[in-house]
Nanobody, 123 residues
């Protein structure tokens, strides 16, 4: 069983930056794909960025060039650096892990989830 804990959310003005962290309880997560999802009120949960065990990455189109996902296996932590934030980035951000090490867009494909962290971007 892997536990994930997100941190780093908060309130920021449009154009600002935040860095989210996802700390895992087990070293085995280094062999998993880890993803960041977000969910805004009234909207479905969407995959924002993913990083495989081999450090390949995926980004949804709306965040390409602004967000960067990275991982530090020595710390069992995955990061999401968010720059040039927009009001439409406002959501609860969740990290999730897939032990099958695949890129998937559906939340149902991920076995482990954190509790979420709120990101609010004021315009």
């Amino acid at each position: 069983q892997v536990q994930l804990v997100e941190s780093g959310g908060g309130l920021v003005q449009a154009g600002g930056s935040l860095r989210l962290s996802c700390a895992a309880s087990a070293r085995t997560v280094s062999s998993y794909t880890v993803a960041w999802f977000r969910q805004a009120p009234g909207k479905e949960r969407e995959a924002v960025a993913q990083i495989s065990a081999g450090a390949s990455t995926y980004y949804t189109d709306s965040v390409k060039g602004r967000f960067t996902i990275s991982r530090d296996n020595a710390k069992n932590t995955v990061y999401l650096q968010m720059n040039a934030l927009k009001a439409e980035d406002t959501a609860v951000y969740y990290c999730a892990a897939d032990p099958h090490n695949r890129f998937r867009l559906s939340p149902n494909e991920f076995d482990y989830w954190g509790q979420g962290t709120q990101v609010t971007v004021s315009s």
